[in-house]
């Protein structure tokens, strides 16, 4: 008998895209907490750590030894792997120095870098429509930065950085997608950025207080569940409507950021940010139309 037709459910995808990225803003949140008092390398660690936990627990205890096999070029699950760790540091470090609103409006510019990447490492066609959009986002970038130059420049750089990171990660995970499975990639981001995060550990380490550890622990559930909710969404939904429920991370770190720490994104953000969403709007809408291959799932997430 022939497998059953998996027929899609688009208030379930929703509603777990919706779930996924509150996940994310909440383990930035807990990250921004921790970065009071410790430095965003041990923060790494543990939402590394914590995340490899259920993993190791399906491949030894479960028995699922699939995880473990890499079908492709073990280089570029390593590669995926190290770049993935940065990117995390990167962005941990973005939203110690800066508010929520402003780091998380900074960090959708990697939208705007996937398709030029594409053309120039993939050789996708990039039509003069997103081209457009490209570098009307980078104008809300610009106005993000303040004429006056009154801007956290080491915030904003950590930002761009990692956006830049995670630009070239999706390009690396869509040639992943051929050969890998999701769980795969995941094992090993996780695992080897726990191992990387922990060699410069002592020099860097303080130890928690008590009161810390529902923030350590919730860091890395967080992840946990981010993951979890995005295989739900992208198993029931197309991925062009799951991808627009990424903005909504703008309105969560914004509330977050208004209510733990009195943060309100001023003029320059709002502006600027506004002309990024909207330019990042019109790239998922004319991929819709177009079709980018590879663009169908992603394997995992920071």
Same mark, same amino acid.
């Given at each position: 008998?022939?497998?059953?037709?998996?027929?899609?459910?688009?208030?379930?995808?929703?509603?777990?895209?919706?779930?996924?990225?509150?996940?994310?803003?909440?383990?930035?949140?807990?990250?921004?907490?921790?970065?009071?008092?410790?430095? +965003?390398?041990?923060?790494?660690?543990?939402?590394?750590?914590? #995340? &490899? %936990?259920?993993? =190791?627990? !399906?491949?030894?205890?479960? @028995?699922?030894?699939?995880?473990?096999?890499?079908?492709?070029?073990?280089?570029?699950?390593?590669?995926?792997?190290?770049?993935?760790?940065?990117?995390?540091?990167?962005?941990?470090?973005?939203?110690?120095?800066?508010?929520?609103?402003?780091?998380?409006?900074?960090?959708?510019?990697?939208?705007?870098?996937?398709?030029?990447?594409?053309?120039?490492?993939?050789?996708?066609? +990039?039509?003069?429509?997103?081209?457009?959009?490209?570098?009307? #986002? &980078? %104008?809300?970038? =610009?106005? !993000?930065?303040?004429?006056? @130059?009154?801007?956290?420049?080491?915030?904003?750089?950590?930002?761009?950085?990692?956006?830049?990171?995670?630009?070239?990660?999706?390009?690396?995970?869509?040639?992943?997608?051929?050969?890998?499975?999701?769980?795969?990639?995941?094992?090993?981001?996780?695992?080897?950025?726990?191992?990387?995060?922990?060699?410069?550990?002592?020099?860097?380490?303080?130890?928690?207080?008590?009161?810390?550890?529902?923030?350590?622990?919730?860091?890395?559930?967080? #992840?946990?569940?981010?993951?979890?909710?995005?295989?739900?969404?992208?198993?029931?939904?197309?991925?062009?409507?799951?991808?627009?429920?990424?903005?909504?991370?703008?309105?969560?770190?914004?509330?977050?950021?208004?209510?733990?720490?009195?943060?309100?994104?001023?003029?320059?953000?709002?502006?600027?940010?506004?002309?990024?969403?909207?330019?990042?709007?019109?790239?998922?809408?004319?991929?819709?139309?177009?079709?980018?291959?590879?663009?169908?799932?992603?394997?995992?997430?920071?």
């Amino acid at each position: 008998a022939s497998a059953p037709v998996h027929a899609d459910n688009y208030i379930v995808g929703m509603a777990a895209a919706l779930l996924a990225y509150l996940s994310m803003a909440a383990m930035n949140v807990l990250a921004k907490l921790l970065s009071e008092h410790h430095h +965003v390398i041990e923060i790494g660690f543990y939402r590394n750590l914590i #995340g &490899f %936990l259920p993993f =190791l627990f !399906m491949v030894f205890a479960m @028995g699922k030894r699939d995880i473990l096999k890499i079908r492709g070029n073990r280089r570029d699950i390593f590669l995926r792997s190290i770049l993935g760790s940065v990117s995390l540091i990167f962005t941990f470090a973005a939203y110690a120095a800066m508010p929520m609103a402003d780091t998380s409006a900074f960090l959708f510019t990697s939208s705007l870098l996937i398709p030029a990447l594409g053309f120039f490492v993939l050789g996708e066609r +990039v039509g003069p429509f997103r081209w457009s959009a490209i570098a009307l #986002g &980078f %104008l809300g970038v =610009l106005i !993000m930065l303040r004429p006056t @130059g009154v801007v956290n420049s080491v915030g904003v750089s950590l930002a761009l950085g990692a956006a830049m990171i995670q630009a070239v990660l999706q390009i690396l995970l869509r040639k992943l997608g051929r050969t890998e499975r999701p769980e795969t990639v995941t094992f090993y981001f996780l695992g080897i950025g726990a191992v990387l995060t922990a060699i410069p550990l002592p020099l860097v380490f303080t130890a928690p207080g008590w009161n810390e550890l529902p923030l350590i622990i919730g860091i890395g559930l967080c #992840g946990v569940f981010m993951q979890m909710a995005l295989s739900i969404a992208f198993k029931n939904a197309p991925a062009n409507i799951i991808t627009v429920f990424n903005y909504s991370s703008i309105i969560w770190t914004t509330t977050f950021g208004w209510f733990i720490w009195n943060d309100w994104p001023t003029l320059p953000i709002w502006i600027g940010g506004s002309i990024v969403v909207i330019s990042n709007f019109i790239i998922v809408w004319r991929e819709t139309r177009v079709g980018v291959p590879g663009r169908e799932k992603p394997l995992s997430s920071p």
